[in-house]
Structures are given as C-alpha cells and as structure tokens.
C-alpha cells in the first residue's frame, strides 16, 4: 500500500478518504447496476425505526455501504467542487462492501485503490492516469503486462456501421465482450441467437475477422468505419498511445483493441484495462464518465478514473513470494525468565539503540525449549538472535 | 499514518485488519458497555430477513459495525490463535462506528491506531506497549507529554482499606475519575451525596489529600496501604516506570498516578493513559485485559493494549501546522492547450524524469488567467512551476 500510494503521490494524487456509510438514496439511485442487488443497508436508529409499520426494506434503512468509491468520490465532489482545485487528483484506497456469497478469491469487504482526476476534459487525464497505473505495477515488481484501450463511442461506431438498431447496442457489446473467450465464430453465433439481423452480423462478424490478420489494428478500423466513426475518436486513441509511450516506461505494451468493453454503463468515452499474463482476468481497469457527476450537481463535470484490484495484485505478488522493498532486519531479544531489573533496563536499551538504528527488534520472554523458539522465529523471519540470562555464568 | 506504522514495526508489531462488520451476537456480549447502545445494525438480507414477523432490532439485522478494535481482535484471536506466534503482537489502524449525535470533534466514523500484545503474562508487555507509544509520539514531533500509570488492583485495595463495600467499588471509582476536576474535597462531598458510610469516606478522602504532599507517591501509597495492597502490584508499577526509564528516551515523563481509573470494566491489571499539557483529555490509553479472549475460547490468555486516538492527534498535528517529514518537492508543468503531439511528449518525458528523482510533479492545462493559476497552485504548496507552450516563440 504505500509503495502504490507514494507513486501516486509523485503524479499529485491528493489521498482522500470517504465515509464507509452512504445515505441509501445515494445508493439506490441506479448508478451502481447489478451492485445495488448487494447493498448492505443499515438500520435506522432509535425514533426513526418504525418496525410495526414498515413493509419493504428501505422503510427500515436510511443508509449502507458503499459498493465501490466511484459514487462516494462523485457526491464528495458535489459537495465540495469549489473548495477543490480544478483539476482535482483524487487517490482513494478503501474498503468497499458486497453481498455476495463468499467464496476462493471473492470476499464480502474488500479494497479498491482508484485514482481519478475531475476537471479534466482532455486526454491529459487518460496519460496521467495509465502512466501513475502503469509505473505503479511496474515499482511492484510487475513486467509484461499489456494496457487494452478502447472508447465507448468507437463501440458505438461499429454497432451502427455493421447496421444494429441503437437499441440493440448494449446487447451487442454484451456478446462482443466474450470475444477473447469464444472467437470471432463464437460472436457470430451468439449475435444469431439472440435474433438480430443476417446481414448486420454478418457485416460485423467480418469486421472483427478481417481485424485479426490487420497489422495496424486502429489503422484498419479507421479505413473500415469511414463515415460512421467520427475522427476525433481514433486521433485521441492514437494520441494516448503515443504520449504513453513517449514517457519512455519499459517491461509493457499498450494496444488498441476494439473488442474491448468494460461492464459499466457509466462509461461515456476512453476505456481501458490492463492485463497480466498469467493471471486469468484483468487487475486493473477504469475510463472516462463524464456524465455522473452531473446527476448530483446538475453541472456535468469531466471524469476519469482507474482502479487497480487491491487484492487480486495481492494474490499474484504473494504467490510470486514477493519480498517488499526496505523490509527491516529482523532481530529477536530472548530473555530469560525473572531477568533482574538491571539486566531487562540493560536489554531495553540495546533494543532501542537498535530500533533507532532501523531494525526491528522483538523482546520475547525465552521459553524453556529454546531451540524450538528460535526454530518457529526464523521461519517468520528474524535472522538475529540475543539471549539475556540473570546469571552471566549461563552464558 | 506511515510514521505511527513505521515505528510500531520497528517493535515487531505486524499490522492485521479485521472485518467492519461483525456478527451481531459479539457486539451485543456486554463487553462494550455504553458503546453497545451506538451499535450500527445491518438489516439481513434475501429470505433471512422476514419483516411482517419481526418485533424487535435483533430480529432485522444479523450483523452490525464494530465500535472498537479490541472486540475484533481479541475474536480474531480465538479464531486463529493456533497459527498465530505467541506472544502475538498486532498493529491496528482500523475505522470504527458509534451512532453519535455528530458534534465538533466527534465523528460517527472514527480511526483507532491499537497495539496489542496477546499471550504475554509479564510487564515486559506493558513496557514494550508504552515504549512504543511514546516513541511514535516524539517521532510525531510530541514532546513534554506524561505517562499516568495505574493499576485495577490498586484502585481496588485503596477501596478495601477505606472501608468500602466491594459492591460499591464501580461507583467509587466514577467518583475518584473526577479528582483532576473537583479535587479530593470534591471527590468527598460526591462519595457522601452517594450515600457511602462516613468513615469510609472520610479514611478514602484523608489518603487522597496526603497523597499530595507525598515526595513519592507509590512510596506513601504503599505504606499507607500495608496489609491492603498486594505487594506484587506496587513492585509491578515501579518496575515498569524504572524500565521505561532505563530505556533513555527523553521528552516525556511517566508517573503513578492512584487517581487514573479508565472507565472499560473489561481491565484487569495495569491501565495508563497520555496526557499533554495543551491538550484537555488524553491522547492514548489502554490496560491489561487478561480475561477478553477467555469469553470466546473459554481459556484466559493474557492481554495488554494501548491504543492511540487518530483524530485528536491530527487536530494537535493541525492547530501547531504540521509538517510532513520526508514531503516532495512539488513542481507544476503547465501546458498550453493543444500542445502538439511532439511537445506533448516532450513535457511527459521530462515529467517522468523528475517523479523519478523523487518529485511530485503535476500536470494541468494552463488557464488563460495563468497567473491566477499560479497563485492557487502556490496556495496548495506547489514551488516551481515550468510553462510549455505550441510555439517556442512565446516564451
């Protein structure tokens, strides 16, 4: 934690920390999608709590927990825009809450470390942002991982060029999003059974193939979706890219990939994610959503945000038996039991001269199987031992 | 945060964080006394929670947040107490929830930093703890704080001797917790007003006001207690203070102090409590607590904490303008919007280079009003500012 929070703080992150408590309407306000099915809600208290007269859940909470820290850096944004300076750099590490079953991997508390920049209307957000994540991962000791970046609207651009009714939109990325699982093929036969037209999934399905033998992928889409895809868009990809690079960060790449789609309805422009090797899902994700902090003030405001998985980058560091950087020596004082109180003041302050100097220092009492003890110490670590008798002789 | 984490590792804590949320049957055990009324409960959820049935709080809600992070432990403990190291040695710095009234200083969200030593029976618990704590305080930039120092026991055996009555115990100590305010006249017209026995009273009041003009309090006490007091405890506290003496570090006191009561029934043994001059109540506090684990395991193991109050440290930190040791030099790149892509990168790199030699570097677009600009960025502590424009003729 504070190797990523020191990082972020050399890109001007301030960190913030929200309440875990939101009001339930905040919560239940549709923003959160399937989330809000996992709200924890929170009793009313005292007076407020009318049990003989309430029907439905929401008669008996006034507040939960929050699902994510996207919603509660949104409403405190709201509160204190002018307070704030523009853009604002927002580093949030907190713990987030969901009602899910608990099961290898998924817990029902856990942390999200997201960084976001408000007031930003320019791609200078997107750079900043997938550099501060990128050199993150990188000081963690993470090499080739691969950044996918896409935007919602070139989703948009091929939807409608391949002939989909805008309705259809949603559903269509739904199906897209399992590219990586299924194949083109697979896309294709999913489209027909979900009932859209011959024609548009089949100009699309030969979009997506025609995409793979392309060397330059965001050169093909451009040429191929001419006159659907507004150019601006495949500019500031291209932009992104080159800037991201342009820093000169080594150990990942960074590619354009149109198949890209990110669950979130909130998503109004960039999206992207990053991608490690040997670990089956992405650790890192987030884009652009112009339009949510708009729903509390009225005035939309520029957005965009990225979030590492706390505990997924935990679960690869640990199995790669990840040794964290500046960890101290480890040095245990064994005293014997009854030591006399000249000789425990003689061992406090060798101990202290020690921690002063850095190390850490564990002041035990010795157990009578000594060796067992200094057994059981090294395998947590200490690589230093002092023993302390009340008689010199022992020695 | 890192310094209070830093220099507790350095003690061979190891940092653990346990769950917000705990069953509801935990928190409502009685040990949390008052705490237990400011429960936040967390209304069941799917077909656990049966509305049009339920009659009572305990009926809705089958979880709640934790009010303090000693429950959480000490259950943390009994779980898992086997694969744990002994004495196991826990870092806490965790939120805690109470449904307060929100007032000026008091908050419904509020962080504990806790140290607790678990299985150690001896005082080099108690000496470790507060060695720990003061040197996190300096280290914090505190000086001229003091050390109160007390036992349970003690306010016990002074109770005994009196003449009290042992189910009068609590209500005398209630009392006695005032002495700092209303003085040992105050303490004796309380104790008559509660209806207690003259004698005990006046024997009670007689021993406080001597205490004043005693060179050596734990001396007088001692004498004066003879037959009352065990022994073992006075040695015990002298022990304590003669070792964290010996440990030399310098800036603090620590004294006996017969009138410190603590109010958590659940201590057992020693208590001790931070004060500083400019600040009205304490800062840190804690004890020993030998019989919390027990409530869950069924077996006793011996327990002493210490746990520092995270908010009114910040406020001290706040009002005396606190600066953070070790803080970046924060430079602004400003760039000219629609920088091209070549001077773009340029600013990018340079921005990268400089976060690598340690800078905290922060890009924004140039406002127009760019003095103003500069103004506010000084405001938040930025001290260089470098200007990167479309043309080089304008600079």
């Known amino acids: 934690m504070s190797i990523i929070r020191e990082n972020y703080k050399s890109y001007g992150f301030t960190e913030i920390e929200t309440p875990a408590m939101e009001s339930i309407g905040n919560l239940c306000s549709k923003q959160g999608g399937e989330n809000e099915k996992l709200i924890f809600k929170v009793l009313k208290r005292g007076e407020k709590l009318h049990i003989d007269t309430a029907q439905e859940e929401n008669d008996l909470a006034d507040s939960g927990l929050r699902y994510d820290l996207t919603l509660p850096l949104s409403r405190y944004y709201a509160n204190h825009a002018s307070e704030l300076p523009s853009p604002f750099k927002a580093l949030q590490m907190g713990n987030v809450w969901r009602a899910e079953r608990p099961q290898k991997g998924r817990f029902r508390q856990f942390m999200q470390c997201d960084i976001d920049i408000l007031g930003e209307p320019t791609n200078l957000a997107e750079i900043e942002l997938i550099l501060a994540t990128t050199s993150t991962l990188k000081k963690l000791g993470f090499a080739n991982f691969k950044v996918r970046i896409n935007d919602r609207r070139m989703l948009r651009a091929m939807s409608d060029w391949a002939g989909f009714a805008e309705d259809q939109f949603e559903s269509v ?6 590219m990586d699982k299924i194949g083109a093929d697979g896309v294709r036969s999913e489209l027909k ?4 037209s011959d024609e548009a999934v089949e100009k699309y399905t030969a979009f997506l193939q025609g995409m793979n033998g392309a060397e330059d992928t965001l050169g093909y889409v451009k040429e191929t979706l001419q006159g659907a895809l507004d150019g601006e868009v495949s500019d500031n990809l291209s932009q992104i890219m080159t800037s991201v690079l342009a820093a000169g960060q080594e150990g990942f790449e960074i590619a354009f990939d149109p198949t890209l789609v990110r669950g979130m309805g909130y998503y109004t422009g960039t999206i992207f994610e990053i991608e490690m090797a040997d670990f089956g899902s992405s650790v890192a994700g987030g884009g652009r959503y112009d339009k949510m902090v708009g729903r509390f003030t009225g005035n939309d405001t520029p957005a965009c945000g990225f979030s590492i998985g706390f505990e997924r980058i935990i679960t690869i560091l640990l199995e790669q038996d990840f040794q964290i950087p500046g960890e101290k020596q480890k040095v245990a004082f064994l005293l014997e039991k009854n030591l006399p109180a000249e000789k425990l003041a003689d061992a406090i302050a060798k101990a202290q001269a020690r921690r002063n100097e850095g190390q850490q220092v564990l002041m035990v009492r010795m157990n009578k ?12 670590g200490y690589t230093e031992f002092v023993d302390f008798y009340c008689e010199e002789l022992k020695r």
Chains 1, 2 share one sequence.
Do not use: M, R, V
């Open 369 to 380: 199987n000594k060796k067992f003890q200094k057994q059981q110490l090294t395998e947590e």
């Open 193 to 196: 059974e979900a009932g859209f």
């Open 173 to 178: 990325c739904i199906i897209l999003d399992k």
